[in-house]
């Protein structure tokens, strides 16, 4: 099993930033991809970024590219997102998930075996 605890959220002003953190603990090894996903009311999960645990490679939601950067740091089993220029629809819960493998589509939330509890976004106007 692996437990993900993420941290960071909070209320911001449109234009601002946040970076929020999730830590991973318990059979990491297993890990093979991180990613962030986000859910505001009434609509489904969707995907925002992913990152190889290994090497590193990054991917992003055409939403969110050139505003948010996802990174990891392999010795602290934790995965950043730094999320700037904040806009009122990104207004939502926040989750990091973890996957076993890297076959499936990154983007599928199906395809992760692991999920954090999430954290609160709130972007005002």
């Known amino acids: 099993q692996v437990q993900l605890v993420e941290s960071g959220g909070g209320l911001v002003q449109t234009e601002g930033s946040l970076r929020l953190s999730c830590a991973a603990s318990?059979?990491?090894?297993?890990?093979?991809?991180m990613g962030w996903f986000r859910q505001a009311p009434g609509k489904e999960r969707d995907f925002v970024a992913a990152?190889?645990?290994?090497?590193?490679?990054?991917y992003y939601a055409d939403s969110v590219k050139g505003r948010f950067t996802i990174s990891r740091d392999n010795a602290k089993n934790t995965v950043y997102l730094q999320v700037d220029s904040l806009k009122p629809e990104d207004t939502a819960v926040y989750y990091c998930?973890?996957?076993?493998?890297?076959?499936?589509?990154?983007?599928?939330?199906?395809?992760?075996?692991?999920w954090g509890q999430g954290t609160q976004v709130t972007v005002s106007s």
């Open positions: 990152i190889t645990w290994n090497g590193g490679t990054t």
């Open positions: 318990g059979r990491t090894f297993s890990i093979r991809r």
């Open positions: 998930a973890a996957d076993r493998n890297l076959y499936g589509a990154r983007s599928d939330s199906s395809e992760y075996d692991y």
